[in-house]
């Protein structure tokens, strides 16, 4: 007895035991798939550049000492659009957009703004050093004098305002650290930190707050005549991290749509269509939970994570399923054709898998970190299919109501023949059918 042999004998011998502990088998797939699923609420997404590399990384080491000497280097900018941003109602109204800004935007430890520019000049042996609007105008001379010490500031242009006069900005420097309740503000100074009592950098999550603080204070101040608008690296963070969430909505809904029609067109029954999609659906949110459990974020490349496995996860199950409802429409036994599917189509599902495992994991020595988590939890995801694929479906198989249909045998048998008659074509004509693709190739390249 070959190993094939004995390895469908095994699958067989499983068979039989699942459907004779079938609703025990079902209830531990279940549990184990539920708490590990339960951990879905602690997932991150995060598009952040630092997020690209590993943490023991040279540039990140490098970068987060940066970070530690000289704070954050990434800014969120408000930009504020009018006809004369040197007019006093224009002013009067950036003013009040600053004020709300600084109040009401977490995790801030600066702003910026023509509000509170600094304006630093010398006169005679005496370094003077004052706010531009120390005393905001309310009179044209007043304001005239401000506008004029601020268009000969060439510190301004191009940064607090543009040569036209019509757009100006705001800007919001992040906290280079998480507030720690409690924390005082002297801490650090005298004695020497260590490592270990760092504290945290600023995660996303804070980052993406600010920029959603920040775009609600800009929503209230827009207008025809002060448009207001938020951009910065934060804020693009920020939006390809709601673009993430979107697009993943958006293409497992149109990913299960399609295989909903293809499988109801194949196998015309309604437990062939949800019981598929049942099966993927719970090994990709299994898969999903992995990835909380090891603090692993969704990232944009990750974000084909949860298509590639649905695709590639209803492969199997089909697989599996077409097997066994042929089996079952002929001869009528539920139990005798789970274990004449996993005996027939067993072996070939779990060599698929596993290459398919494996081509993936190769991706986990990747450099970058999203791509790294690709490999491991694609192939992590791919294993948790073909577990819930032999056992799980067999188990579901076992304890549902099917009744088998007759019809189903002709049309199966048409279906046979035809594929039948492919694999003749092809037998007797290898010689021409391979000299005719490597003509075509050869064509291609030449």
């Not at 990140?60 to 000492?65: G, K, V």
């Not at 500031?153 to 800007?171: C, D, G, Q, V």
């Not at 398919?356 to 299919?385: C, D, R, Y």
């Amino acid at each position: 007895m070959n190993w094939k042999t004995s390895s469908e004998l095994q699958l067989q011998k499983m068979g039989k035991s699942i459907t004779k502990n079938a609703k025990k088998t079902i209830f531990v797939m279940l549990l184990i798939s539920i708490v590990i699923i339960s951990n879905l609420r602690f997932i991150t997404i995060d598009t952040s550049t630092e997020g690209f590399l590993k943490a023991n990384d040279p540039a990140l080491i490098r970068y987060e000492a940066f970070k530690e000497q000289f704070g954050q280097d990434e800014k969120i900018m408000v930009i504020v659009e009018a006809k004369d941003i040197f007019s006093l109602p224009t002013l009067t109204k950036l003013q009040k957009l600053h004020d709300k800004l600084e109040h009401n935007v977490p995790h801030l430890n600066d702003i910026t703004s023509l509000i509170n520019a600094r304006n630093t000049r010398g006169e005679g042996d005496s370094l003077i050093v004052e706010d531009l609007m120390e005393n905001f105008p309310t009179t044209d001379k007043e304001l005239s004098k401000i506008k004029k010490t601020a268009l000969n500031n060439a510190m301004y242009e191009n940064l607090l305002y543009n040569t036209a006069h019509n757009f100006t900005t705001i800007i919001l420097e992040p906290s280079a650290y998480e507030s720690v309740e409690g924390a005082d503000d002297l801490e650090g100074f005298g004695e020497e930190e260590t490592q270990e009592n760092h504290a945290e950098f600023l995660t996303d999550p804070s980052k993406s707050e600010m920029v959603r603080a920040a775009n609600k204070i800009a929503q209230e101040f827009n207008s025809d005549d002060f448009s207001v608008y938020v951009a910065g690296s934060l804020a693009v963070n920020d939006y390809n991290k709601q673009s993430v969430q979107k697009d993943m909505q958006k293409f497992v809904k149109l990913v299960i749509l399609i295989m909903m029609i293809f499988l109801f067109v194949v196998f015309r029954r309604l437990s062939a269509v949800l019981l598929p999609i049942f099966i993927v659906l719970i090994s990709l949110l299994t898969t999903i939970g992995f990835m909380a459990i090891a603090g692993t974020p969704i990232t944009i490349p990750t974000q084909i994570l949860p298509s590639f496995l649905l695709a590639v996860g209803i492969g199997a199950v089909v697989h599996l399923l077409s097997m066994f409802f042929k089996h079952f429409n002929e001869h009528g036994d539920k139990d005798e054709a789970i274990v004449h599917s996993l005996g027939h189509s067993g072996l070939a599902i779990i060599m698929t898998s596993l290459t398919t495992a494996a081509g993936l994991f190769s991706f986990s020595t990747a450099s970058l970190e999203p791509i790294a988590a690709l490999g491991v939890f694609g192939a992590l995801g791919v294993l948790i299919a073909l577990l819930n694929t032999i056992v799980l479906l067999p188990a579901l198989l076992s304890v549902l109501p099917l009744k088998p249909k007759h019809s189903a045998v002709e049309a199966s048998k048409r279906m046979d023949n035809f594929l039948l008659a492919i694999a003749d074509f092809s037998f007797l004509h290898a010689k021409r059918l391979f000299l005719s693709l490597l003509s075509s190739r050869l064509h291609l390249y030449t």
